[in-house]
T-cell receptor, first 111, second 114 residues
């Protein structure tokens, strides 16, 4: 099974700026998920994505967040106007069968 | 509501001693349970899972976990701890109702001292 790769590994952005986090590869036949982990704390579900559609989202996933498949391979999480409290590790995960594979994460630092 | 609880924020053990990291769950129906480990500044690494079958599940790096339906627990164990086992451990349960997302416990930091 192909690994789940996330880019960038670390991003620093100014408050109010837009950021795009990327996750590859992606397949039509799998569920994909985004999770967030504020430093050293609980891993929180953000959104699940299947067949080019959001299938479930959490309360955290408000209007500033969006997910897309811009070119059929990348799977992106966009944060439109970042806030200080968006600083966290963001993990993409692939679900298939009874298993899940997580990417290595993107550490987002909002200053 | 479906949930996972890890009652201990931190577990301290001496190298060579057995370790247990506790996890209890609350789900409707039969649970799919997982353990992940996270080393500092790293991603989540899969250790083991319980779907069905034997209650004792063996996983990576010598870890095992015991599924106990009556106690709704899925404790992680290792007979002899290593200093390199020091990390943050997460228990998770699959949400069977919706899109199969994982619901994580709050994590337990394991410190193994030489």
């Amino acid at each position: 099974e192909p690994e789940v790769t996330q880019t960038p590994s670390h991003q620093v952005t100014q408050m109010g700026q837009e950021v795009i986090l990327r996750c590859v590869p992606i397949s039509n036949h799998l569920y994909f998920y985004w999770y967030r982990q504020i430093l050293g704390q609980k891993v929180e579900f953000l959104v699940s994505f299947y067949n080019n559609e959001i299938s479930e989202k959490s309360e955290i996933f408000d209007d500033q967040f969006s997910v897309e498949r811009p070119d059929g391979s990348n799977f992106t999480l966009k944060i439109r106007s970042t806030k200080l409290e968006d600083s966290a590790m963001y993990f993409c995960a692939r679900g298939q069968g009874h298993g899940y594979t997580f990417g290595s994460g993107t550490r987002l630092t909002v200053v | 509501a479906q949930s996972v609880a890890q009652p201990e924020d931190q577990v301290n053990v001496a190298e060579g001693n057995p370790l247990t990291v506790k996890c209890t769950y609350s789900v409707s129906g039969n649970p799919y349970l997982f353990w992940y480990v996270q080393y500092p500044n790293r991603g989540l690494q899969f250790l083991l899972k319980y779907i069905t079958g034997d209650n004792l599940v063996k996983g990576s790096y010598g870890f095992e976990a015991e599924f106990n339906k009556s106690q709704t627990s899925f404790h992680l164990k290792k007979p002899s701890a290593l200093v390199s086992d020091s990390a943050l451990y997460f228990c998770a349960v699959r949400d069977m109702r919706n899109t199969g997302k994982l619901i994580f416990g709050q994590g337990t930091t394991l410190q193994v001292k030489p």
